[in-house]
């Protein structure tokens, strides 16, 4: 088992949990982002657009957890923004790639962050998408191709890959689920576009599980999705948020072109879903602890 494990990306959702679940389990963790963070964590710096790396981030470092990258839905996607989206990724694993070509180090494995944005989205919902499945061809299908097109360079410096392809988060600390309760709370909230869409969500516990899961098990390299066993469609998972919320759903489904006014190009996410399989990871020996999506919110919203 590795021992020492390296996250970029740290600061974020998944990367401030996973850093808990590591340390619970006794691993000794560092980070590596764009400035040195105060706690218990030791941190290093490194600036992708200078191309700058502190090369003592990677001193006794077995395996990378690589999660770094600008977030998709946090702004409107404006042709400079989409660069950021993109080059955030690309920029960042080649900078990890060069790195790790030039010193001396003993990394054997990488874990990075990818996500189901691979297949695309408004696919025939009766499809379900595996590992093995095409990339779609819109805008993130690219980014993400393009990404793990860069981290799989890194198979050729002999370290094992393992892409954990990420579906829709559920915490209770921010992401989608923050964004969706939000209007349910205040009693405006409604399903998006048909509402039925399908939603392949994971609950952040179970996620990080999977990354510590491909640490842990040497035998996993390539593409995994990380999605629940049992995706729900929009309204499904609206109408559970407002039963567990004690609120109505009072508001006709918000169409399509009013969201295109609103959100951009980032619709297109939103109103069109992708059923994503969770088989090859449950093969690889992952059991899921939120397998139905009223377990896992009913963790989500203790007390409510």
């Not at 695309?120 to 061809?137: A, H, N, V």
Request: net charge positive; with cysteine.
């Amino acid at each position: 088992m590795a021992t020492s494990i390296l996250l970029t990306g740290a600061s974020g959702l998944v990367g401030t949990r996973l850093t808990e679940m590591l340390i619970q389990k006794g691993y000794r963790v560092t980070h590596l982002g764009r400035s040195k963070r105060p706690g218990k964590v030791p941190s290093y710096v490194w600036d992708v657009a200078k191309g700058e790396f502190d090369q003592e981030a990677l001193h006794g470092v077995d395996v990378i957890i690589h999660l770094a990258g600008a977030g998709v839905a946090d702004k409107r996607w404006t042709p400079q923004r989409k660069k950021e989206i993109l080059e955030s990724r690309t920029k960042s694993s080649a900078l990890l790639y060069e790195r790790l070509r030039s010193s001396d180090n003993k990394v054997r494995a990488v874990v990075s962050a990818s996500a189901i944005g691979y297949y695309g989205f408004g696919l025939d919902e009766r499809i379900i998408l595996t590992e093995e499945s095409k990339p779609g061809t819109d805008y993130l299908s690219g980014v993400v191709v393009a990404w793990e097109r860069e981290v799989d360079a890194i198979a050729s410096l002999g370290i094992r890959i393992a892409k954990i392809r990420i579906g829709i988060v559920l915490s209770d600390k921010g992401g989608a689920l923050k964004e969706m309760a939000g209007p349910i709370k205040m009693g405006i909230g409604s399903p998006l576009g048909s509402g039925k869409q399908i939603l392949s969500w994971i609950h952040l516990d179970d996620l990080c599980g999977i990354f510590i899961k491909a640490v842990e098990e040497e035998s996993m390299r390539g593409a995994y999705n990380a999605v629940s066993p049992y995706p729900v469609t929009n309204r499904e998972m609206t109408s559970a948020l407002a039963k567990i919320l004690k609120r109505p759903l009072l508001l006709p489904p918000v169409p399509a072109f009013i969201l295109r006014i609103v959100i951009g190009e980032m619709t297109d996410i939103v109103v069109n879903g992708s059923n994503v399989s969770s088989e090859k990871i449950q093969k690889a020996g992952y059991t899921f602890k939120y397998t139905s999506l009223e377990s896992a919110l009913k963790t989500l919203f203790k007390g409510v």
